[in-house]
Every structure is written in structure tokens, then in C-alpha cells.
């Protein structure tokens, strides 16, 4: 048998195909059972978290076993073969040793070095377990990756090099800044009750929150995680502290209502649709904007009650009356900083469109248009055309010789319209997302997501550290190979052993009866050296192809073992499932 994994994750499928493949609890269960049930493999295992699916099996057939997983993958993440295929790769024998070595390690994270994933990768083990669905190989190979893990986080300072992914989302919101500054006195909103949003509120709790509301489906989880909150970060002012923390918890229906208190939002539930939509978002941000846009125009905010926050018009391109104008006024309306008298309005018009559109200017009246009160200072007066006047002089003269207006070759600058600081901070750690992907447009709001972690932790740099755990990985991979080679030839040397203890009592049983008078004494005594004699030719033959078995293409001298001694394939076959059974019953927790 032969250990295969195959996979995709945040370094080989984009995010938006990551997020149609997750699984929920109940296809993870179904997938595990069929892989099983299939022809090729005979254990499984599924490693399945917020940014990778990684389906682990035992297989006899190489070629058959990663079309089947494949295919059950596709079958099961609902994603059809040809579109997922690309985003998938494999790893057979001990280059999949090698990639589960360094994924427990935190080498393959999206946020090197974060720990969380020991814990996704206990989870996995003991789900396999609970479905019967890991054998031997997969026990031992997800056993050793956790102590792998743990220590490459003892032994180095990877721990350094990157930070859970709670901790790198809520610094992304906090643009670079320090946390505690940041998250100090804001209230926050936690949805979900999981291991991800229990994390997060932990982590904003102990950054200096004023308050942290929790809501989930089940509202006792969501009760459960309020009490230990409060229990633990809620006590500090009586130890001198001001940064008291007060945890409640909210039912789900509660979170629309919730999110127009709060300052922060983190979401990571296992919904299979958007748990906060743009419109949502909009509404609890709506009313807190209108002040952040007055003071980004350095004008007073306008703090009348039942202002909606939003951004007035910008003013009209027009000079008012726009008859005669050969440009597509519709089309640059309400456009920040586009003049229609400017180069950019002319660039590449025929000579007689360019005329009509001088003399509209000459003859252009500005009686209809007036600056609006959202415009911005600074910008283009659309009632002055005088700034452009030696620009379109200059422009005819040009026509005139090459019979058109070269293409311009420098965008003309065009001022920004500034959008406002953030007033609500939302951190999607879902997947699928939790909160919709157009909330990145909404003024006021700042939303850090799976998608956007990955693109502000792909140019992290790597620490020292990292190698030392990379040379770890590498150590520990030699070392489960070895071992695992030994333990393939280990029921052929027991059956080889065994086969010799019963030549030996055969012989004592013949020599018994032709010298019935033989005392007791005497008869120990020859047994015990015939097994002395046995035992002497046995070892060193033994023990040699234990040590070249454990090397690299080791695996044919237990072949050649069974073949020179005419060993029992069933016999060996036997000592193998006794061996399996005793380590099931003696299997203890990771």
C-alpha cells in the first residue's frame, strides 16, 4: 500500500474556487466513507479547513487512486472534474509525507507559522477515527505530524515568523497599526461560535475591547463563549485594570441590529450562504459616514439627525447648454475632475468634430450650471473655460497638419474624490465568505477577507527560522520513511521466526519419540540449545534486512525473504492484522 494525498488550497486554486468547494460536516463524513468504499484505497483521512481540502488515502494503485479521489472530491464539493483539476496536486509516497510534515508545521499557511492548523489537524485524526476510516499508515502518519508540529514550534522560533490568522486579519484592519491602540474601546460583534470566532474574541479581548457581543445559531454556544469571556478578561477592573471586558450573547436574528453598535465585526460561521450581505452592511454603516465626508472636505460636518451619509453629486461636466456639443455627455457626467473643454475630451477627434467642438466652447453659455455643494475644492470649474483655451488652439493647429488629434500618451491627472476613514470594520475568516465581497466598495467600511489575506501575506518575508524548521520537516520525513520501511518487513521476519520456533519443536517432538527414556533434564537442556543454534543463524540476517529495508527502495527485500524461506503469504498477512489490531487497542490520544 501507498500513501496519496490529493488536494488544492490557497496556493493553487483562487479563492473564489476554494470557497465553492468547501464542505460542510455532513459531506466531509460522506466523502470520507466513499473514498473508503472505493476499489483503490484502503484508509482516508480529510484535512479540511478555511483555505485548504486535502483528501488523504492508503492506496494500492497509483494512476487509479488519484483519478478516484478526484473524482470524489469533484462529486463531493459539487465542482465539476474539469474545473477543479487544474487547481489540484498531488503528492504520492513520501513527498505527501513531506507536504503534511510542513502544513503541521505551519510552512504551507497562508500566515506562516500559525498554530491553529495542529488543532484543524487533530480534529481530522480523530474524525477518521470516529469513522474507522484511518488504519495503521494514516494513524501513525497524522500522530507524527502533530509531534512534528509541536515540535518545530518548541525547538524554533517560527512562532515569529507569522501569527494566526485572527491575529494577521485583525492587523490588516488595523492597517499596520498596533492592535491594543486600535481595537481600545471599541465594541465588537463575534459571529459564530467555533474554534476560528472564539479565537477571535479571545484575541479582541485580550487587545482591549470594550465590549464583545457574541451571536451564533445555537445559542447556548454563543451563551457558553460570552460566559468564558467575561469569566476570564471581565474581572480586570477589579484587579486595577481599566480595560474591563463585558461579553453577552445575541441570537443570530440579532445581528443586523447589533452590527449598528459595533465598531468590529468578525464573522466565521459554517453557513453555506452570506450571513452579512452589502445591503446589511450599508445600513449599519449608514449615518455614521456623513461626518467623516464633511471632515474630509474640511467643512463642518452636518450632524442633523436622519442624514443618510452619503456623498452629494459632483458637479455636471456641461457648460450648460448642450446643444452642438459633438461629445457623449451622458457618458462623463458627475466624472471627478474631467473637463469637457480639456485635451482628454478631444484626443483622437477628426478634424471637423474638432471644429464643432470649438466653436461649441466659443459660443457656450454657462447660465445652467452651478457647483453643487458635494464639490470638492480644487477641482476643474466647469463654468471657466479659459484655463483650456490655449489647449484647443493648440490642438487646431495640430489637425491642421496630420489631419487628426494623436492619441494622448499621459493620462491627464484627474483628482480623486477621498474616501472617508472607516467607521465599521468587518474580518471575514469564513469559507465560504460570510460577508459579501461588495462590501469592499462601500464608503465607511473596511473589510479584510480570505481573499484579500492571501494577497497581503504573499510577499511576507521568511525568517531564519523557517529554515530550521524546513531542515526539521526533512529530518522527520527520513525518519517516518525508515521506519515505516522497517515496520513493511517486520511481519515477514516474525513469520520467519515464527516458521523457525515451529521447525525447532518439530525436532524436539522427533527426537522425543526416538529416545522415549529421555529425562527432563536432558531434554531442556537440547531444546534450549537447538533454539540457542536457531536463534544465532537468524540474527544477523534479521537484523541486516531490518536496516536495508529502512533505507530507500528497501521494500523488495521483504520479497526476497518470503521467497528464500518459502514463507506462507497468509502467515504473513496474519502477523500484519494482529500487529494492527494491537495498536488499535493500545492507540492513545495525540
Excluded at 489647449?391 to 488629434?405: E, H, K, S
Excluded at 533454539?531 to 536496516?547: E, G, S
Aim: net charge negative; with cysteine; glycine share 8%.
Amino acid at each position: 500500500m501507498s500513501l496519496l494525498v490529493v488536494g488544492l488550497s490557497h496556493r493553487s486554486a483562487p479563492v473564489s474556487v476554494l470557497e465553492r468547494a468547501s464542505l460542510n460536516a455532513d459531506a466531509q463524513v460522506k466523502l470520507l466513507q466513499d473514498t473508503v468504499a472505493a476499489e483503490p484505497a484502503t484508509e482516508a483521512a480529510l484535512l479540511a479547513t478555511c483555505n485548504r481540502i486535502e483528501l488523504y488515502a492508503d492506496v494500492d494503485k497509483f494512476h487509479a487512486g488519484v483519478a478516484e479521489l478526484s473524482t470524489l472530491l469533484a462529486q463531493h464539493s459539487g465542482v465539476g472534474l474539469e474545473e477543479l483539476t487544474p487547481y489540484l496536486y498531488v503528492h504520492y509516497e513520501d513527498r505527501a509525507v513531506h507536504h503534511l510534515f510542513s502544513v503541521a508545521c505551519g510552512l504551507d499557511s497562508m500566515v506562516v507559522g500559525e498554530g491553529q492548523i495542529l488543532g484543524q489537524i487533530k480534529d481530522s485524526l480523530a474524525r477518521a477515527q470516529d469513522l474507522h476510516s484511518a488504519g495503521r499508515l494514516l494513524n501513525d502518519l497524522f500522530q507524527q505530524a502533530l509531534r512534528v508540529g509541536k515540535r518545530a514550534h518548541s525547538e524554533t522560533g517560527i512562532d515569529r515568523a507569522g501569527q494566526s490568522l485572527v491575529t494577521f486579519g485583525l492587523e490588516q484592519l488595523a492597517q499596520g497599526g498596533d492592535i491594543q491602540e486600535w481595537a481600545r474601546g471599541k465594541k465588537a460583534l463575534v459571529i459564530g461560535a467555533g474554534s476560528m470566532s472564539s479565537l477571535a474574541a479571545a484575541t479582541l479581548a485580550r487587545a482591549g475591547v470594550a465590549e464583545v457581543v457574541v451571536a451564533n445559531r445555537t445559542f447556548d454556544r454563543a451563551e457558553r463563549l460570552a460566559h468564558l469571556l467575561e469569566e476570564q478578561y471581565g474581572q480586570r477592573l477589579m484587579e486595577g485594570d481599566d480595560t474591563d471586558v463585558a461579553a453577552r450573547a445575541v441570537p443570530m436574528e440579532s445581528v443586523p441590529a447589533e452590527l449598528t453598535r459595533a465598531d468590529v465585526a468578525v464573522s466565521c460561521t459554517g453557513a453555506t450562504g452570506l450571513v452579512l450581505t452589502a445591503e446589511a452592511v450599508a445600513a449599519a454603516a449608514e449615518g455614521r459616514t456623513a461626518v467623516l465626508w464633511a471632515e474630509a472636505d474640511g467643512e463642518e460636518p452636518d450632524r442633523t439627525p436622519g442624514t443618510d451619509g452619503q456623498r452629494g453629486n459632483l458637479p455636471a461636466t456641461s457648460l450648460g447648454n448642450e446643444d452642438g456639443c459633438p461629445l457623449d455627455l451622458a457618458s462623463v457626467q458627475n466624472t471627478a475632475g474631467f473637463s469637457v473643454l480639456g485635451e482628454a475630451a478631444v484626443a483622437g477627434m477628426a478634424a471637423a468634430d474638432l471644429e464643432q467642438h470649438a466653436a461649441w466652447v466659443d459660443n457656450g453659455t454657462v447660465g445652467g450650471a452651478q457647483r453643487t455643494a458635494g464639490a470638492r475644492p480644487g477641482t476643474i470649474d466647469p463654468l471657466d473655460p479659459a484655463p483650456d483655451a490655449d489647449a484647443i488652439a493648440a490642438l487646431a493647429a495640430t489637425v491642421a497638419t496630420v489631419g487628426r488629434i494623436p492619441e494622448r500618451r499621459r493620462p491627464e491627472p484627474v483628482e480623486e474624490a477621498p474616501r472617508p476613514q472607516p467607521v465599521l470594520f468587518l474580518l471575514d475568516l469564513a469559507m465560504p465568505r460570510d460577508i459579501d465581497a461588495a462590501v469592499h466598495r462601500l464608503a465607511g467600511v473596511r473589510l479584510v477577507d480570505i481573499e484579500s489575506l492571501a494577497e497581503a501575506s504573499a510577499g511576507a518575508p521568511m525568517a531564519a527560522d523557517v529554515d530550521q524548521v524546513r531542515r526539521i520537516v526533512s529530518d522527520e520525513v527520513a525518519a517516518f520513511g525508515a521506519a515505516l520501511r522497517a515496520a513493511h518487513i517486520t511481519p515477514t521476519v516474525v513469520a520467519l521466526r515464527t516458521m523457525a520456533a515451529d521447525v525447532v519443536a518439530g525436532e524436539i517432538a522427533r527426537l522425543d519419540g526416538r529416545l522415549p527414556g529421555l529425562d527432563d533434564k536432558h531434554r531442556a537442556e537440547i531444546t534450549q540449545t537447538v533454539r540457542r543454534v536457531v536463534d544465532k543463524l537468524l540474527h544477523a540476517p534479521t537484523v541486516r534486512v531490518k536496516q536495508l529495508a529502512a533505507e530507500p527502495g528497501g521494500a523488495g527485500y521483504a520479497d526476497a525473504l518470503r521467497t528464500l524461506f518459502d514463507l506462507d503469504p497468509e502467515t504473513v498477512a496474519a502477523v500484519s492484522r494482529a500487529e494492527d489490531s494491537t495498536t488499535e487497542k493500545n492507540r492513545g490520544p495525540a
